[in-house]
């Protein structure tokens, strides 16, 4: 079997994050999200290629790619698109060109799921149904910000509605990213006149959960598979946290997870769980709340006080600072007595000066300097709800 992971998005939402990165190379603790779905895509015994459909910062993730796993060369291979096609424009381009050299079934599936998942059982559960598609369901406590599905008798789908504003806060099975198709599904899709014609209109985006879906409903039976475990789909900083906390759970459990390079000093409070990558270095007197991550080579300095956070790799934190439900990219240095508050994202390679006050939903770019306090401005001059971004 064959797998294509779309992989070309912009993922506007997750900035100032991704505005240096791809979402798909974003560390979930000590690896980019990318290489755990790889890491489940080649436990599948059959799988023969795995393919990339790229656009944004594709050059990124070609390099990941070819340096962390060489030794799967000959099962990797990249598509570049020139303009942003849609994921369904990105599937038949891949398809299209391919057409007689795929290796079925074809499983295809988004790079910004973070999924505990069997993708063998999901194989297994497709070539019994026999049907022409098998999309992967999962549970979810409001369907409205996701693919709804209505599913009839048998798990059959019977339609599929994106976003559905009429029903916030209903429970129901959502689209989770990842499909499995057969040749004659393939087939279907490449023989229908109307598709091939908006798949060439550049300015036009062809979506599989608007476009392609519905096209095989028509012509036969998509069934759906029920997920029942873990399930992050990361469009935004909220999600990009909380993939990285359940990581934890599953590598630490409730505890927490120091590698054997860092250096704590004797009185550094830690309340579980935490994950503490490489190299990292915390002085005298600071205390890790729970529930944060310490990415490598991130030095924490006297007095620190840092709960509900996430810093990546070779950030400083200077001493005596204070930083509080915030995601810290990295290559960034924070000064001393600094303070930093709830659903902060600052991007990579910033200076925060001594001093110097963040508030809530405060949003840094990239290579920017910060000395001037904002807390200040944030008190006098902003509304409830507003962001600030700097």
């Known amino acids: ?59 990124q993730i070609m390099s990941h790619v070819k340096n962390r796993w060489f030794s799967y060369e000959d099962k990797l291979e990249y598509f570049i698109e020139e303009k942003p096609l849609g994921d369904g424009g990105a599937l038949i381009n891949i398809i299209k060109y391919l057409r007689d050299k795929i290796d079925y079934p074809l499983l295809v599936l988004n790079g910004d799921l973070f999924m505990q998942i069997d993708y063998q059982k999901v194989i297994n559960y497709h070539e019994k149904r026999g049907g022409l598609m098998t999309i ?3 549970y979810v406590d409001d369907v409205s910000r996701y693919g709804f599905l209505k599913i009839s008798d048998n798990d059959v789908l019977s339609e599929i509605i994106e976003k559905p504003k009429d029903l916030v806060g209903r429970e129901g099975f959502v689209n989770a990213g990842v499909y499995i198709l057969s040749e004659e599904s393939v ?18 985006k062809i979506s599989i959960a608007k476009d392609l879906i519905p096209l095989l409903i028509r012509k036969g039976d998509v069934y759906v598979y029920r997920h029942d475990g873990l399930w992050i789909d990361i469009g935004s900083p909220g999600d990009y946290f909380k993939a990285n906390i359940h990581a934890i759970k599953i590598l630490c459990g409730k505890n927490t997870c120091a590698d054997p390079t860092a250096e704590l000093d004797s009185d550094v409070k830690i309340e ?14 600071s205390v890790i709340g729970s529930e944060s991550i310490l990415m490598n080579d991130v030095y924490i300095g006297r007095g620190v006080y840092i709960e509900n956070s996430l810093i990546m ?78």
């Open 272 to 285: 579980d769980p935490v994950f503490i990558g490489r190299n990292v270095r915390i002085k005298n007197g």
């Open 1 to 59: 079997m064959d797998s294509i992971i779309l992989a070309g998005g912009f993922a506007t939402r997750l900035r100032p994050l991704t505005l240096t990165r791809p979402k798909p190379l974003l560390p979930i603790l000590d690896k980019p999200l990318l290489d755990w779905i790889l890491s489940d895509l080649f436990m599948i015994n059959s799988l023969n290629k795995v393919m990339f459909s790229l656009h944004n910062m594709a050059d």
């Open 187 to 204: 087939n279907i899709i490449l023989s229908d006149e109307d598709i091939i014609k908006k798949s060439l209109d550049y300015e036009r």
């Open 136 to 138: 992967v369901g999962t």
């Open 313 to 390: 790799n070779n950030t400083h934190v200077e001493d005596y600072s204070i930083i509080r439900g915030a995601i810290i990219g990295e290559n960034n240095r924070i000064g001393r007595w600094a303070r930093i508050y709830r659903e902060t994202v600052l991007g990579s390679s910033i200076y925060i000066g001594d001093h110097i006050c963040l508030p809530p939903k405060t949003k840094v770019l990239p290579y920017k300097e910060i000395n001037e306090d904002i807390c200040l401005k944030y008190f006098t001059d902003k509304k409830e709800g507003d962001n600030i971004i700097i």
